[in-house]
């Protein structure tokens, strides 16, 4: 889903043949740092030019040669029958914020303070959906979260030992560890506003 936050943009970018995925290379307390949108806009009847609306900043074609000419938020790509796949950055506030928690032996650290030291470490994420609409269900209006999946990941030395996640994964090709965690924040607390009398 965008990251505009315009008012339906699921609906729109899936009927137009638009897929977007969000970037954040985060800080160590959860902050981006950088943000980076890629944008796969789908040619599904191979058509000469495409049109897309984008606020991003320095877009750059990462997959092939077509070129695009700008008017305001309205790009023209010439696709010349092809997919387009671009990549921007923004300053928007992301619809989806994270807090990262340290923990050492149970005690809540700084990362930094939990450098160089050993034992056993607790790293939380704590995700917060800032997306809300308001949704007519059964003639009655409720209040629910923009659906959002995240996916969080982080790369650990090999001699990190007994890693584990809750809601995710973690990958290992010998020399590293690939830990990947999943969320969808705010859809329980939309599943039980809908649910209730």
Same mark, same amino acid.
């Given at each position: 889903?965008?990251?505009?936050?315009?008012?339906?943009?699921?609906?729109?970018?899936?009927?137009?043949?638009?897929?977007?995925?969000?970037?954040?290379?985060?800080?160590?307390?959860?902050?981006?740092?950088?943000?980076?949108?890629?944008?796969?806009?789908?040619?599904?009847?191979?058509?000469?030019?495409?049109?897309?609306?984008?606020?991003?900043?320095?877009?750059?074609?990462?997959?092939?040669? !077509?070129?695009? %000419? $700008?008017?305001? +938020?309205?790009?023209?790509? *010439?696709?010349?029958?092809?997919?387009?796949?671009?990549? @921007?950055?923004?300053?928007?506030?992301?619809?989806?914020?994270?807090?990262?928690?340290?923990?050492?032996?149970?005690?809540?650290?700084?990362?930094?303070?939990?450098?160089?030291?050993?034992?056993?470490?607790?790293?939380?994420?704590?995700?917060?959906?800032? !997306?809300?609409? %308001? $949704?007519?269900? +059964?003639?009655?209006?409720? *209040?629910?979260?923009?659906?959002?999946?995240?996916?969080? @990941?982080?790369?650990?030395?090999?001699?990190?030992?007994?890693?584990?996640?809750?809601?995710?994964?973690?990958?290992?090709?010998?020399?590293?560890?690939?830990?990947?965690?999943?969320?969808?924040?705010?859809?329980?607390?939309?599943?039980?506003?809908?649910? !209730?009398?």
């Amino acid at each position: 889903c965008s990251h505009s936050g315009k008012s339906g943009c699921c609906r729109a970018a899936e009927d137009a043949g638009k897929e977007e995925t969000v970037y954040v290379v985060a800080n160590a307390d959860g902050s981006a740092n950088n943000v980076i949108v890629s944008e796969w806009l789908k040619n599904k009847e191979g058509s000469d030019t495409l049109k897309d609306a984008s606020d991003l900043k320095d877009i750059t074609n990462v997959k092939g040669d !077509e070129t695009f %000419t $700008q008017n305001g +938020d309205e790009i023209t790509w *010439e696709a010349k029958g092809n997919d387009i796949y671009y990549q @921007g950055t923004t300053q928007k506030e992301l619809p989806v914020t994270e807090k990262i928690t340290y923990y050492l032996d149970g005690k809540e650290m700084k990362p930094e303070e939990i450098a160089g030291k050993s034992g056993t470490v607790t790293i939380r994420f704590d995700y917060t959906n800032n !997306e809300k609409t %308001t $949704q007519v269900v +059964d003639g009655k209006e409720h *209040e629910v979260y923009v659906p959002f999946t995240v996916m969080t @990941g982080m790369i650990l030395p090999e001699d990190y030992s007994n890693v584990e996640v809750t809601n995710g994964k973690v990958i290992s090709d010998g020399s590293k560890k690939v830990v990947v965690g999943v969320a969808m924040p705010g859809l329980k607390l939309s599943l039980i506003h809908i649910s !209730e009398p």
